[in-house]
C-alpha cells in the first residue's frame, strides 16, 4: 500500500516537473525567439487578410529584454520593405504590423501613389505595386517627412484604410517586436511573408 502511495507521488511529480518545464520553454521561445500573431485588420490587404495568424521571427533583429530598452544581438539587418511587428506609439499595450518604408534620417514624401525616399522613388517591388494615400499630418500632398533619429517610418499596405505613420509619426526603435515571416493559418493562406 505504501509503495502504491510512493510510485503515486513520484508520477505526480514528473508530470508536474514537465508541465513547469513545458511552461517555461514556451515562454522563453515567445519572449526572445518566436510569437504568433492574429491580424485583426485589413490594413495589410492584400499581403495579410483579417484572420490570418503569422509568425513573428523576434531573433532577426534581436529580441527585446523585457521590462528594459536592451535588446540582445540580432543575426539581421531591417531591410526596406520588411513587414514588422511593433507596438503602436499611442498605445504601447497594443501590437500593430505595418510595412518597414523609411530609416531614421531618410525624408519620405509620398506623391501621385509613390513613395520617395530622399528624393528617389522606391523600386522595391513589394513598395512600387501599391498606391499610397496623401492622408494625416505626415503624409499630406507634398510634405516631405524626415524620420528622426531611434525611428522608422511604417505604412500599411492598403493605403486607403491604414492607420499608419502618415497619422501617428514615427515607431521608436524599442518598440519593434520582429519580422513577420510566415502565415500559419488558416490553412489555404499557408506562405512566407513577403
Known amino acids: ?13 514528473e508530470w508536474t516537473e514537465s508541465i513547469v518545464i513545458a511552461f517555461l520553454l514556451a515562454m522563453i521561445i515567445r519572449t526572445f525567439v518566436v510569437q504568433a500573431f492574429k491580424i485583426p485588420t485589413g490594413s495589410m490587404r492584400t499581403t495579410l487578410l483579417e484572420g490570418d495568424r503569422v509568425l513573428v ?17 540580432g543575426y539581421g539587418k531591417l531591410q526596406r520593405g520588411d513587414i514588422i511587428v ?73 493605403s486607403a484604410s491604414s492607420m499608419d505613420s502618415r497619422f501617428w509619426g514615427f515607431v521608436p526603435e524599442h518598440y519593434l517586436v520582429g519580422k513577420a515571416e510566415i502565415i500559419y493559418w488558416p490553412l489555404n493562406r499557408i506562405r512566407a511573408v513577403q
Request: proline fraction near 7%; glycine fraction near 10%; charge should be positive.
Open 57 to 73: 521571427n523576434k531573433m532577426k533583429y534581436g529580441p527585446q529584454i523585457p521590462g528594459t530598452r536592451w535588446r540582445l544581438p
Open 86 to 158: 511593433f507596438k503602436y506609439p499611442e498605445d504601447p499595450q497594443r501590437d500593430f504590423i505595418k510595412r518597414l518604408i523609411a530609416f531614421p534620417g531618410e525624408t519620405v514624401v509620398i506623391r501621385d501613389g509613390a513613395i520617395y525616399v530622399d528624393g528617389a522613388k522606391i523600386q522595391d517591388r513589394k513598395i512600387l505595386n501599391r498606391y499610397y494615400y496623401n492622408r494625416g499630418d505626415y503624409g499630406a500632398k507634398g510634405q516631405a517627412v524626415k524620420v528622426p533619429d531611434g525611428f522608422y517610418f511604417v505604412l500599411g499596405d492598403n
Open 1 to 13: 500500500m505504501m509503495n502504491n502511495f510512493f510510485r503515486k507521488g513520484s508520477a505526480v511529480r
